[in-house]
Every structure is written in C-alpha cells, then in structure tokens.
C-alpha cells in the first residue's frame, strides 16, 4: 500500500526514492511531500531511514531511483555544499558543529552561501570582505540572541552543555536564511524545558519557513506537526495528521516492534 | 588583535602594520650582521616563507603533506630557468629581471599547487602522505630526466643578483656540465653543493644526510673560512662578469637575506589575511568535519584545494628564494630531506600558528648549528655529526607528538588559557 497524500504544490517532496547502501535496500519507494509552510514531521522506530531520506534531499546519498523536487522543480546533481543556495538548509543527527571554532564562528560558516568575496580578496583582506564578515556576525548574533545563547557566543563547543552545543547547531541552520529547514533529532539529548522551548521555536518559524522534523520524542512531534510522515524498514507506512497517525495500527505496531527488540 | 579594530579595512591596515614593523626590525637586524647570520637570517625566512604554507596545509586544513620540498623545487626550477632563459617579458616586451621570475615561480607554484590539491581533495590520509612522498622523491628526479633544459644531477648555477642587463642569450650555455667533476676549482668554492657535498638520490633515500643536506649544500664547509668576509662575496659575482658593477661594499649575504625578509613578509602579509579571517575559518571547520562544513555551504574540496594551492604558491617563492640563496638549483638541494624537514619544524614550531611557522624555521637553522658546535667540542666523528641531527628531530617530533601535540607555539598557548582561565584561540 502506497501513502499519498493529495498535496497541492508541497515546497519540497520525494519522488519514489529507492536507495541501496552495501547492498542493503534502505529506502524503498518513497515518496514524501511537505507543504509549504508547515512543520511536517518524520517519524519511525531506529534505522527506519530517516537521516537516510535527509541524506539524499541534501545529497551526500545518492538515490538509485527517484527524484527530488523543490517548488515542484527537479533537482539535479545535488551538491550538498549548495544546498543553502536553494533556500534549503539542515541540521544533523547529534550536533556536529566543529571543535576548533567559536559558538559565534560556527555560527558565521552557517552563512557561507551569502560571502560572495572570493580567495584572492581575502588573500589581500579587501575592505568589503571585512564588511562582508561583520554583516555575517551581526546576523548570527541576532540569531544567537533569538536562540538565547548569545552570551556563549565566544566559547568552543567542547565547554558548553549539551542542550546549548543543539541550539548553537540550530541557529548555524538558520543563519543562511533557509525556506526549508530539515532538523534531524533536534529534542535528542535535552530535557523537557528545553523541548518545550523548542516547540515554541519551531512553531514561531512557521508559516514563514517550512520545516521537516525528523524526531523521536512523540510529545514534540504530536505538538508541533501539521502533518506526520510514518517510515518503517524503508517504507512509508502511514501519513496524517498527529490524530490520524496516533491511531494508526501499522505505525502502533512498527513503535511496538521496536520497543519488543529493544 | 582583531577584536580591538572594527571598521572595513580594518584587517588590511593591521596586518599591513604589523607586517611592515616586522620586516622593517629585520632588516634593521640584517644589515648590523655579519655575513654568516646574514645567511642565516635567509634561510630562517625562507624557512618561514614554505611553513607559512605548511601551517595552512598542515595545520589549518588538515592535510599531510611529505612534498612541499617537491613544490619548492617547482618555485626554484622556475626562477632559474625564466631567469637564464628569458631575456624579455612574453607580451609585455619589457627587459626581465628577477622578480619576473618570482613572479612566475609564484604563478608556477600555483598551478601545480591546484593540480596535485585537485588529486589530493579526493585521498585520505595514508594514500595523501603516499602521493605527497611519491612527489618529493619524484619531482627533483624531473631535473635529471631533462639536463639540457634543468642541469641534470649537477643542477644549474645562476648569478645573485640577478645580473644587470640579464644572462647571455641561452646559446652559451650557462649551466655546468653533467659532470661535477668539471667543475672549476674556482666555481666549487661557490655556495654551491661541492662533488662530495651533492648527495645521490640514494643517500637522501636513506635519509643519511637528512636534514643536513640543505645545509650542507649552501655552505659547503661551515667553517672560519665562512665567516671571513673575504671568502664570502663567492657567490658567483666573480663567474659572471658582474663584479665590476657591483660596489665594493655590496654583501651578497646581506642582499639575499634581503630578499628572503621581503619575500618572507610579503607570504606573512597574505597568510595572516587568509587565517585570520575568513578563509582560516573555512579551512578549520573543513577540517574538523567535512560533512557539517558541507551542510554550512562549504564546499570541502574546494576548501582543500585553496589550501594546496595556497601552500604551493609559498613553497615555490620559498624555493625561487633558496635558488637565490645557494646561487643555484639541483635535485639534491631539494629532496626529500627538506620536504621532512619542512614537516619536522611545522610540528616542533605548532602546525596551527603563523608563530609557529618561523619558530620551526629557526629550529631548524639553529639546531644543526648547535649539534654541529657539539661536535667540534665533543670531538665527534663526522658520522655522528651527520646524524644526530636526524636523531635529534625524530626524538623531538615524537616527544612533541606525545606531550605536546600543539608543538611551542601550542604549548605556550595553553600555558597562557590555563593561567587566564581562556579558551586557547590558536593561530
Ligand atoms: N553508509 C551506510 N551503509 C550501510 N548501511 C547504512 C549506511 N547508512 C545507514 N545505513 C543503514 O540504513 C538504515 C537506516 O539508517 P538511518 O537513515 O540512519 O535511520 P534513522 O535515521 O531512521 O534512524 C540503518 O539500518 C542503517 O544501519
Ligand atoms: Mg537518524
């Protein structure tokens, strides 16, 4: 059984993704859409293939079959460097900033897409690239603030808790400005305050922003989603909305089946 | 330093600063030298010069590389052909002059930079290490597959500075016969590899004369005789006719340093921009994680490539400068040992910090120094002399590796965090 639902003109959508990794079939046919401006979230138990789906939208994985369509246009050869440049960005599983950088620098890299100066006018330190870095900082900044970890902002992310090393990684995400934003397990490791804060955010961000939540804290989901996307084994096997899916005896059973292995 | 500036511009007039204070101190200190420092002060530069590109390579962008003596050779081989071979500029018409072939020898360096980072972007670790091994064994061997154009084994002997009104028109050959035998009595007291001195391409396998064999092929015999000043406008002033026009109180030493202070400044200049701003973080985070620096917009190949062709470009003006030091370029003036020993003083300088670039330059002009002046105490044997050198830098590299991976610069650095209780910033 095929889940499709009748979108009209969702942002960002899957067609028939199949994906085969050391020989293993993890996505299998599947075909996802989100609609512009919403928060459409993707659940599944553990290697349901999830991230896997974020890999291939972003292009670190390439689909044997299947395409990938943002305003209803095909995307070819997806870089995922370029990725910001479509409006698109995403955070990954975990935090993933980097080590040697400043809460703010990493910040900054966030809006790579937007530096236009090239090497050679680094190289000679034109007036307009330090322009250039001080309108970064000041947007990452305001994004920083907005995420409340301003005053971290000079720290390495080897000193701050968990839950600020997610928010900081959050607002890398959100610095480039992204229609869409693809948040991989962004309640992972935080405490309920802070989920709460965290559905707040998320719900603040629509309907000027689209956002794809892949998440396994059902409270946030059920909470924030208009719209549910169910994964199992590679496979859509349900979608919805939160009421709709809450109830669905196949999603029940792939949850079930997981917590029996478990 | 940076956080105290904040207006457009404000990176160019600091680092421009600070680069000019820097050179102007130097050059004040080289020309109250003898000419024995004056050489010394040159090589720290030059030094200085190809670890700048190796703290970015190395350091910054995470990648290994046993061959920055190979791109140094391409800067060297370059200036020395474009120098000897070219009698004007192509298009421009005008009559050449060294810096021409600097200039080259940078554009040069470049370009080869781009090539090998476009292959090495795509190899991790080992297959890196092995490409950039198989170029500094690989690239001197070029000299002797081409002797008409690059001197074969016994290299090609060039006239410092660059001779007014250029060299002869290439008919009458320049360069010295393949054989180092034919070398005049006269010619071999230049600064220039005596037939003992040139080392086989087997010996430097061996690594005997690592890391001495720069050294010992700019002086051949670091002696009294050295530090006469009467022994030391030898480098081939005389051979080429120029003398003449040259003022008694010329001192080619002190010119060279020159260059290589200038030089040296220019690469600091460029290298302080590129780390200090942007491009310093993009090489870091690359580094660090190149998938999240994928998903932050940053093309990890790109980031990897810049930082080849960055390194490059100052391994080959390091390189067109050490031609002008030694009078000359040969295989054996740029194998292996000086591509190791690049890597020995990035990591005893701090493979992360512009500072640790020529604080690894001058460990390494220092140190033969200082184990050679133990010797002559000690009444070592020559054997020993050559190699404790070696022994002494694979020592330090692993002491340095163990305890202090951040090498001097880095050390320090943590020493001051921890009194300050401050994140480390590097570079
Ligand atoms: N590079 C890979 N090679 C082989 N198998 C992989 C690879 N990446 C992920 N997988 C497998 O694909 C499945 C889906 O993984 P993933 O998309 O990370 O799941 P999720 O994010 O839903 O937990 C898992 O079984 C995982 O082991
Ligand atoms: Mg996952």
Redesign the interface.
């Given at each position: 059984m095929r889940y499709v639902l009748p979108l009209t003109d969702p942002v960002l959508s899957t067609r028939s993704i199949c994906v085969t990794l050391s020989g293993l079939r993890i996505l299998d046919d599947v075909s996802i859409g989100i609609p512009k401006g919403t928060v459409t979230g993707l659940i599944g138990p553990n290697g349901a293939g999830k991230t896997t789906v974020f890999n291939v939208i972003?292009g670190?994985v390439k689909p044997d079959s299947g395409e990938i369509r943002v305003d209803g246009r095909k995307l070819k050869h997806i870089?995922?460097?370029?990725?910001?440049?479509l409006g698109i960005?995403?955070?990954?599983q975990g935090v993933?900033?980097?080590?040697?950088?400043?809460a703010l620098?990493n910040v900054?890299?966030?809006?790579?897409?937007r530096?236009k100066s090239g090497?050679i006018a680094?190289?000679?330190?034109?007036?307009?690239?330090?322009?250039?870095?001080?309108d970064l900082r000041e947007r990452a900044l305001a994004i920083m603030t907005e995420l409340g970890v301003e005053s971290d902002a000079?720290?390495?992310p080897g000193?701050l808790p968990y839950p600020i090393q997610k928010r900081v990684a959050l607002a890398?995400?959100l610095v480039?400005d992204p229609k869409i934003l693809l948040l991989d397990e962004p309640a992972g490791g935080i405490s309920a305050g802070d989920m709460a804060d965290l559905a707040r955010l998320i719900m603040s961000w629509v309907p000027k922003r689209t956002v794809l939540l892949v998440e396994h804290h059902m409270e946030l989901v059920m909470k924030v989603c208009d719209l549910i996307w169910v994964l199992d084994a590679g496979k859509v096997i349900a979608a919805g909305t939160p009421e709709v899916v809450r109830q669905d005896p196949a999603v029940l059973a792939a949850y079930l089946g997981q917590e029996g292995a478990a | 330093m940076t956080s105290l500036l904040r207006f457009p511009g404000a990176r160019l007039v600091s680092h421009a600063a600070f680069v000019i204070i820097i050179w102007f101190l130097v050059m004040r200190l080289n020309d109250s030298v003898d000419p024995l420092a004056n050489y010394y002060i040159a090589l720290v530069a030059m030094y200085a010069t190809a670890m700048f590109g190796m703290v970015i390579l190395v350091g910054l962008s995470g990648q290994v590389s046993l061959g920055n003596g190979a791109l140094m050779a391409v800067g060297g081989y370059v200036f020395a052909v474009t120098s000897l071979h070219w009698q004007t500029v192509p298009i421009l018409g005008v009559p050449w002059n060294g810096w021409w072939s600097m200039v080259f020898a940078a554009v040069g360096g470049i370009v080869v930079g781009l090539l090998i980072g476009g292959i090495a972007a795509r190899l991790r670790g080992p297959y890196l290490a092995g490409l950039t091994l198989g170029l500094a064994v690989g690239v001197p061997a070029i000299a002797n597959r081409f002797p008409e154009l690059l001197g074969g084994e016994s290299g090609l002997m060039l006239t410092v500075p660059y001779p007014e009104g250029g060299y002869a028109p290439v008919e009458e050959e320049v360069f010295v016969d393949s054989s180092a035998d034919t070398l005049s009595g006269d010619a071999s007291t230049m600064a220039v590899p005596s037939a003992d001195a040139a080392v086989s391409p087997d010996d430097m396998l061996t690594m005997d004369n690592f890391p001495t064999t720069d050294a010992s092929a700019a002086v051949p015999s670091v002696d009294a005789s050295v530090i006469d000043p009467g022994a030391t406008d030898m480098s081939g002033v005389d051979l080429s006719g120029t003398g003449d026009l040259i003022d008694a109180s010329f001192i080619i030493e002190r010119w060279q340093a020159g260059l290589a202070i200038t030089v040296a400044c220019i690469a600091a200049f460029i290298a302080l921009n590129l780390v200090r701003g942007r491009q310093g973080r993009v090489w870091r985070a690359v580094r660090d994680d190149s998938v999240a620096a994928a998903v932050a917009g940053i093309s990890p190949a790109k980031a990897k490539v810049s930082a080849f062709a960055v390194s490059s470009l100052f391994a080959a003006l390091a390189g067109a400068v050490f031609a002008q030091i030694l009078s000359y370029v040969g295989p054996g003036a740029f194998g292996l040992g000086l591509s190791l020993s690049l890597l020995v003083g990035v990591v005893l300088g701090g493979r992360s910090s512009l500072l640790g670039a020529v604080i690894g330059g001058l460990l390494l002009v220092w140190l033969p120094e200082f184990v050679l002046s133990l010797s002559e105490k000690g009444g070592w044997g020559d054997q020993i002399t050559n190699n404790a050198p070696n022994l002494i830098y694979g020592l330090l590299v692993v002491l340095v590796v163990l305890l202090a991976p951040g090498g001097i610069v880095g050390s320090v650095q943590m020493l001051i965090a921890k009194v300050t209780r401050r994140a480390p910033k590097g570079v």
């Amino acid at each position: 059984m095929r889940y499709v639902l009748p979108l009209t003109d969702p942002v960002l959508s899957t067609r028939s993704i199949c994906v085969t990794l050391s020989g293993l079939r993890i996505l299998d046919d599947v075909s996802i859409g989100i609609p512009k401006g919403t928060v459409t979230g993707l659940i599944g138990p553990n290697g349901a293939g999830k991230t896997t789906v974020f890999n291939v939208i972003s292009g670190f994985v390439k689909p044997d079959s299947g395409e990938i369509r943002v305003d209803g246009r095909k995307l070819k050869h997806i870089h995922p460097h370029r990725l910001t440049e479509l409006g698109i960005a995403r955070t990954l599983q975990g935090v993933g900033l980097f080590p040697s950088l400043t809460a703010l620098e990493n910040v900054m890299l966030g809006g790579s897409s937007r530096v236009k100066s090239g090497i050679i006018a680094q190289a000679l330190a034109m007036p307009w690239t330090d322009t250039e870095q001080a309108d970064l900082r000041e947007r990452a900044l305001a994004i920083m603030t907005e995420l409340g970890v301003e005053s971290d902002a000079s720290r390495l992310p080897g000193e701050l808790p968990y839950p600020i090393q997610k928010r900081v990684a959050l607002a890398r995400a959100l610095v480039s400005d992204p229609k869409i934003l693809l948040l991989d397990e962004p309640a992972g490791g935080i405490s309920a305050g802070d989920m709460a804060d965290l559905a707040r955010l998320i719900m603040s961000w629509v309907p000027k922003r689209t956002v794809l939540l892949v998440e396994h804290h059902m409270e946030l989901v059920m909470k924030v989603c208009d719209l549910i996307w169910v994964l199992d084994a590679g496979k859509v096997i349900a979608a919805g909305t939160p009421e709709v899916v809450r109830q669905d005896p196949a999603v029940l059973a792939a949850y079930l089946g997981q917590e029996g292995a478990a | 330093m940076t956080s105290l500036l904040r207006f457009p511009g404000a990176r160019l007039v600091s680092h421009a600063a600070f680069v000019i204070i820097i050179w102007f101190l130097v050059m004040r200190l080289n020309d109250s030298v003898d000419p024995l420092a004056n050489y010394y002060i040159a090589l720290v530069a030059m030094y200085a010069t190809a670890m700048f590109g190796m703290v970015i390579l190395v350091g910054l962008s995470g990648q290994v590389s046993l061959g920055n003596g190979a791109l140094m050779a391409v800067g060297g081989y370059v200036f020395a052909v474009t120098s000897l071979h070219w009698q004007t500029v192509p298009i421009l018409g005008v009559p050449w002059n060294g810096w021409w072939s600097m200039v080259f020898a940078a554009v040069g360096g470049i370009v080869v930079g781009l090539l090998i980072g476009g292959i090495a972007a795509r190899l991790r670790g080992p297959y890196l290490a092995g490409l950039t091994l198989g170029l500094a064994v690989g690239v001197p061997a070029i000299a002797n597959r081409f002797p008409e154009l690059l001197g074969g084994e016994s290299g090609l002997m060039l006239t410092v500075p660059y001779p007014e009104g250029g060299y002869a028109p290439v008919e009458e050959e320049v360069f010295v016969d393949s054989s180092a035998d034919t070398l005049s009595g006269d010619a071999s007291t230049m600064a220039v590899p005596s037939a003992d001195a040139a080392v086989s391409p087997d010996d430097m396998l061996t690594m005997d004369n690592f890391p001495t064999t720069d050294a010992s092929a700019a002086v051949p015999s670091v002696d009294a005789s050295v530090i006469d000043p009467g022994a030391t406008d030898m480098s081939g002033v005389d051979l080429s006719g120029t003398g003449d026009l040259i003022d008694a109180s010329f001192i080619i030493e002190r010119w060279q340093a020159g260059l290589a202070i200038t030089v040296a400044c220019i690469a600091a200049f460029i290298a302080l921009n590129l780390v200090r701003g942007r491009q310093g973080r993009v090489w870091r985070a690359v580094r660090d994680d190149s998938v999240a620096a994928a998903v932050a917009g940053i093309s990890p190949a790109k980031a990897k490539v810049s930082a080849f062709a960055v390194s490059s470009l100052f391994a080959a003006l390091a390189g067109a400068v050490f031609a002008q030091i030694l009078s000359y370029v040969g295989p054996g003036a740029f194998g292996l040992g000086l591509s190791l020993s690049l890597l020995v003083g990035v990591v005893l300088g701090g493979r992360s910090s512009l500072l640790g670039a020529v604080i690894g330059g001058l460990l390494l002009v220092w140190l033969p120094e200082f184990v050679l002046s133990l010797s002559e105490k000690g009444g070592w044997g020559d054997q020993i002399t050559n190699n404790a050198p070696n022994l002494i830098y694979g020592l330090l590299v692993v002491l340095v590796v163990l305890l202090a991976p951040g090498g001097i610069v880095g050390s320090v650095q943590m020493l001051i965090a921890k009194v300050t209780r401050r994140a480390p910033k590097g570079v």
